[in-house]
């Protein structure tokens, strides 16, 4: 796959600024998690997985698996974590699934324009 033009400028705003692309990265990452947990709150443990060569974001539902559920939103009872994604998860695993909306992309870019300047600025400032 072709790196995109996003990734292409990411990188570009990285070198210009002397900044790290982990750095850049995670803070586009959370500023697409604040993103999607503004439009879709019904998830309460998410994550957000920037794919550092298209550019594409994913966000998945993570699940603790363990022996006896406290809190059904963060954690998975073994037995119905091995049914949904295999015999071999045990008890300790972390599950994931994959929530990412039609229109994320969109949403997110939206939404996190100023999340993500604000993080590169305070990026620069470390």
């Not at 796959?1 to 990734?7: D, L, P, R, V």
């Not at 803070?27 to 443990?45: M, Q, V």
């Not at 300790?92 to 699934?97: A, I, M, P, R, S």
């Amino acid at each position: 796959m072709a790196t995109s033009e996003f990734i292409l400028a990411l990188n570009a705003l990285c070198m210009e600024k002397n900044l790290s692309n982990d750095t850049v990265y995670e803070a586009i990452e959370r500023a697409l998690h604040k993103a999607y947990r503004s439009e879709f709150s019904h998830d309460p443990n998410v994550t957000v997985v920037m794919d550092r060569t298209s550019g594409e974001a994913r966000v998945f539902a993570e699940w603790k698996v363990v022996k006896e559920v406290e809190d059904p939103q963060l954690e998975m009872v073994v037995e119905d974590a091995q049914k949904r994604y295999g015999a071999d998860t045990k008890v300790g695993d972390v599950v994931k699934e994959e929530r990412t909306p039609k229109n994320f992309n969109r949403i997110a870019a939206q939404t996190a324009k100023q999340m993500i300047l604000q993080g590169i600025k305070e990026a620069e400032r470390d």
